[in-house]
C-alpha cells in the first residue's frame, strides 16, 4: 500500500525558514504534491515534484529524492499568513490503478 | 483550471438519516473524487466517481453506506446513509485537471457534516 509519513506540528517565527519532511513508501510512483490548507477551507495545490531535485518557486521550495523516498517543503521569509496545514500527497498505483494518497498534514503555526 | 460547488455547505442531521451531497464541475471532467476530513485529520479517500461505471471504493468505504452517482461529466453526489455521530467530517469532492501542473487536483469547498 501507500503509506506516507510527515510531522505533526511545527512552530517558527515571521522571517524565519521552515522545512517539513515527508518520507513515503508507494508502488509505481508517480509524483509527489504539497497542498497548503487554511483551517476552514479545501486544500489548495503548492507544488509538484515527479523527478529528483529542487522546485522554486517564489518563497516556496520543494524537493524530491525518489530513491530516499523523501521530499521536504521549503518557506522561505515565512509571514503570519503562512500558518496553515501542509499536505503531502503522493501518487502512486494501488489496485491495478493510479491514486494520490494523503498525509496527515503538518500543522505550520507561525508566530512574531 | 476547474472550479467546483458544492450543495449543501453545511448540514445538521439526525441519527439514523440520510443526507445526500452534490458536486458539480464547471468542464467535463473523467474521474470524480470524493474525501473525508474528519476534524483535525488529513484527506481519506472515500471513492472515485467515474462516469458511465460503478464507482471505485476504498477499503474501509461500501457502496450501502456511500452510494454515488456519476450521471455525467460534470455532476456526481455523494450519499452518507444511516448516519452515526461518527459519520461528522467535512465531506469534499475533487477533480484532476490541468492547472498549475497537469494532474492538479482541485477541491470543492466542502461540505461539512454533523450528525446528532
Known amino acids: 500500500g501507500q503509506n506516507i509519513d510527515q510531522p505533526t506540528e511545527m512552530t517558527a517565527t515571521e522571517g524565519a525558514i521552515v522545512q517539513i519532511n515527508c518520507t513515503y513508501q508507494t508502488s509505481g510512483f508517480n509524483g509527489l504534491f504539497w497542498y497548503q490548507q487554511h483551517a476552514g477551507e479545501a486544500p489548495t495545490f503548492l507544488s509538484y515534484n515527479v523527478l529528483d531535485g529542487l522546485e522554486e518557486k517564489g518563497r516556496f521550495s520543494s524537493f524530491l529524492s525518489r530513491s530516499k523516498g523523501y521530499s521536504y517543503l521549503l518557506l522561505k521569509e515565512l509571514q503570519m499568513k503562512d500558518s496553515a496545514s501542509y499536505l503531502c500527497a503522493v501518487r502512486g498505483v494501488m489496485g491495478g490503478y493510479q491514486k494520490v494518497t494523503f498525509g496527515t498534514g503538518t500543522k505550520l503555526q507561525v508566530i512574531p | 483550471s476547474a472550479v467546483i460547488s458544492q450543495k449543501p455547505s453545511r448540514d445538521i442531521c439526525q441519527r439514523g438519516t440520510s443526507l445526500t451531497i452534490q458536486c458539480q464541475v464547471d468542464?467535463?471532467?473523467?474521474?470524480m473524487f470524493w474525501y473525508r476530513q474528519q476534524p483535525g485529520q488529513s484527506l481519506t479517500l472515500i471513492a472515485t466517481?467515474?462516469?458511465?461505471?460503478?464507482?471505485?471504493?476504498e477499503s474501509g468505504f461500501v457502496i450501502d453506506k456511500f452510494p454515488i452517482s456519476r450521471p455525467n461529466l460534470t455532476f456526481s453526489t455523494l450519499t452518507v446513509s444511516n448516519m452515526s455521530p461518527e459519520d461528522s467530517s467535512i465531506y469534499l469532492c475533487?477533480?484532476?485537471?490541468?492547472?498549475?501542473?497537469?494532474?492538479?487536483?482541485?477541491f470543492g469547498p466542502g461540505t461539512r457534516l454533523t450528525v446528532l
Open positions: 475533487s477533480v484532476e485537471g490541468s492547472g498549475q501542473v497537469d494532474n492538479e487536483q482541485f
Open positions: 466517481a467515474n462516469q458511465g461505471s460503478e464507482a471505485t471504493y
Open positions: 468542464s467535463q471532467v473523467t474521474m
